[in-house]
């Protein structure tokens, strides 16, 4: 089993800057890619950005190219989202996935944390 835990959220004015974490415990070995996810009130779920969890080529949504930053650091068994520029748009629960493999659905999810950003 593979555990997720985030943290990070909070409360931040538009143009502000946040980092999330979130950390992997368990079956590590297990994990192939990371990646982060957000759901607005009364909106799907949405993809935000991936990252091989052995290093490699970043994907994200192109609502957030350009201002957020998903690195990981295998020492900590760690992945982060450097999240800059923020927008009231990108307010959401933010949730880190794990995917067994490199393509299909994501196997491991946290307990998400919120993020909301003020105009």
């Known amino acids: 089993q593979v555990q997720l835990v985030e943290s990070g959220g909070g409360l931040v004015q538009a143009g502000g800057s946040l980092r999330l974490s979130c950390v992997v415990s368990g079956r590590t070995w297990s994990v192939y890619s990371m990646g982060w996810f957000r759901q607005a009130p009364g909106k799907d779920r949405e993809f935000v950005a991936k990252i091989p969890w052995s290093g490699g080529s970043t994907n994200y949504a192109d609502s957030v190219k350009g201002r957020f930053t998903i690195s990981r650091d295998n020492a900590k068994n760690t992945v982060y989202l450097q999240m800059n520029s923020l927008k009231p748009e990108d307010t959401a629960v933010y949730y880190c996935?794990?995917?067994?493999?490199?393509?299909?659905?994501?196997?491991?999810w946290g307990q998400g944390t919120q993020v909301t950003v003020s105009s």
């Open positions: 996935a794990g995917q067994a493999t490199g393509i299909g659905s994501y196997n491991y």
